[in-house]
């Protein structure tokens, strides 16, 4: 299979996944269905899609405060062992499969309130293997982007777009910090992207303002108005339809109705 | 009677080709292009025609 065909095989894979995690976040089924193909355990397509969604796979378990259910677990486990992390990925892959891993560590979603940055020893009740897969993507996000503070607005948003799965509740780290203290830099990157109706990246910092509001913070942009005009216009695909749909829950959240 | 059984298909490593397919996925940049209007000197020219031939406001006229 040649290297396009691969990619627009994978491209697909993630899209399905993403459909079915839209559908388990707004579904209403308690506990969660399991939305990867457990049932294809050798499948490396499959295994891909996991690996890409990263921690938007824990988005209904999040929002539903429900274990992520044990294929789903298995799946990620088994993805990360296919595709490891690996040090000479990008600082936003990195942080992602950090994230994704913390998250597999924490065990039932939403147990640790403290979040999986809080330090100590988050993983001393998992089994080794998954210790191990969680430290390994540890090591590999402890590298710490020095040159993140000069970054200009069209960069930052740029980064914050790649880094929008960690725009999730009760996951806590720098990433979530700098939403909130560069609301301003976000929300120009949306309104660039709106005007260049880049409307996938428009989503993915819409998500990161969402949350900055979540959390006090004041998007110079109208949020719930910008999450209209995206569901609209510009969610032709299941991905951005998913950033919009967490973006929703995460601003639901604040105006105190249900997550 | 043999009694072997068959274990269950466990997938190795991804190689340099799945890895690139999924790095590409991950770091997805912004769209490069977009059709968003875009300044158009060429289009002055144009615009300054098309007022010089716009019908002018009609004149009221005269009873005889």
Same mark, same amino acid.
């Given at each position: 299979?040649?290297?396009?065909?691969?990619?627009?095989?994978?491209?697909?894979?993630?899209?399905?996944?993403?459909?079915?995690?839209?559908?388990?976040?707004?579904?209403?089924?308690?506990?969660?269905?399991?939305?990867?193909?457990?049932?294809?355990?050798?499948?490396?397509?499959?295994?891909?899609?996991?690996?890409?969604?990263?921690?938007?796979?824990?988005?209904?378990?999040?929002?539903?405060?429900?274990?992520?259910?044990?294929?789903?677990?298995?799946?990620?486990?088994? &993805?990360?062992?296919?595709?490891?992390?690996?040090?000479?990925?990008?600082?936003?892959?990195?942080?992602?499969?950090?994230?994704?891993?913390?998250?597999?560590?924490?065990?039932?979603?939403?147990?640790?309130?403290?979040?999986?940055?809080?330090?100590?020893?988050?993983?001393?009740?998992?089994?080794?293997? $998954?210790?191990?897969?969680?430290?390994?993507?540890?090591? &590999?996000?402890? *590298?710490?982007?020095?040159?993140?503070?000069?970054?200009?607005?069209?960069?930052?948003?740029?980064?914050?777009?790649?880094?929008?799965?960690?725009?999730?509740?009760? *996951?806590?780290?720098?990433?979530?910090? $700098?939403?909130?203290?560069?609301?301003?830099?976000?929300?120009?990157?949306?309104?660039?992207?709106?005007?260049?109706?880049?409307?996938?990246?428009?989503?993915?910092?819409?998500?990161?303002?969402?949350? &900055?509001?979540?959390?006090?913070?004041?998007?110079?942009?109208?949020?719930?108005? *910008?999450?209209?005009?995206?569901?609209?216009?510009?969610?032709?695909?299941?991905?951005?339809?998913?950033?919009?749909?967490?973006?929703?829950?995460?601003?639901?959240?604040?105006?105190?109705?249900?997550? | 009677?043999?009694?072997?059984?068959?274990? !269950?298909?466990?997938?190795?490593?991804? /190689?340099?080709?799945?890895? !690139? !397919?999924?790095? !590409?996925?991950?770091?997805?940049?912004?769209?490069?292009?977009?059709?968003?209007?875009?300044?158009?000197?060429? /289009?002055? /020219?144009?615009?300054?025609?098309?007022?010089?031939?716009?019908?002018?406001?009609?004149?009221?006229?005269?009873?005889?």
């Amino acid at each position: 299979m040649s290297n396009a065909a691969l990619g627009a095989d994978y491209a697909q894979a993630v899209e399905r996944l993403a459909g079915r995690v839209l559908g388990a976040l707004r579904g209403t089924q308690v506990p969660l269905p399991a939305v990867s193909d457990a049932d294809r355990p050798a499948d490396t397509t499959a295994l891909a899609a996991v690996r890409v969604m990263g921690p938007d796979l824990f988005a209904p378990a999040l929002f539903c405060r429900q274990p992520l259910p044990q294929p789903d677990r298995d799946t990620l486990d088994t &993805a990360l062992r296919v595709f490891p992390p690996r040090p000479g990925d990008s600082v936003e892959a990195r942080w992602r499969d950090r994230t994704t891993a913390a998250l597999l560590a924490r065990g039932a979603a939403g147990a640790d309130p403290a979040g999986p940055y809080a330090g100590g020893e988050p993983y001393a009740d998992e089994d080794s293997e $998954r210790a191990a897969l969680a430290e390994a993507a540890g090591i &590999a996000g402890i *590298v710490e982007d020095a040159e993140d503070t000069e970054l200009t607005w069209q960069e930052r948003s740029q980064r914050m777009a790649r880094l929008a799965p960690l725009a999730l509740p009760e *996951v806590d780290g720098p990433y979530q910090q $700098r939403a909130c203290l560069h609301v301003r830099a976000l929300s120009r990157g949306a309104t660039r992207s709106l005007m260049r109706r880049d409307h996938p990246t428009a989503a993915r910092l819409v998500r990161w303002l969402a949350l &900055a509001q979540s959390r006090g913070a004041s998007p110079a942009l109208d949020v719930p108005t *910008v999450l209209d005009h995206l569901r609209l216009w510009g969610a032709p695909s299941a991905r951005t339809a998913l950033d919009l749909a967490i973006a929703r829950r995460l601003l639901a959240a604040t105006e105190g109705g249900p997550r | 009677m043999s009694v072997q059984t068959t274990p !269950a298909l466990s997938p190795v490593r991804a /190689g340099v080709a799945e890895r !690139a !397919a999924l790095t !590409a996925l991950v770091d997805e940049p912004e769209a490069p292009f977009s059709d968003a209007p875009v300044y158009s000197p060429q /289009g002055t /020219g144009v615009l300054l025609l098309l007022a010089l031939l716009s019908p002018k406001t009609p004149k009221e006229s005269r009873p005889s």
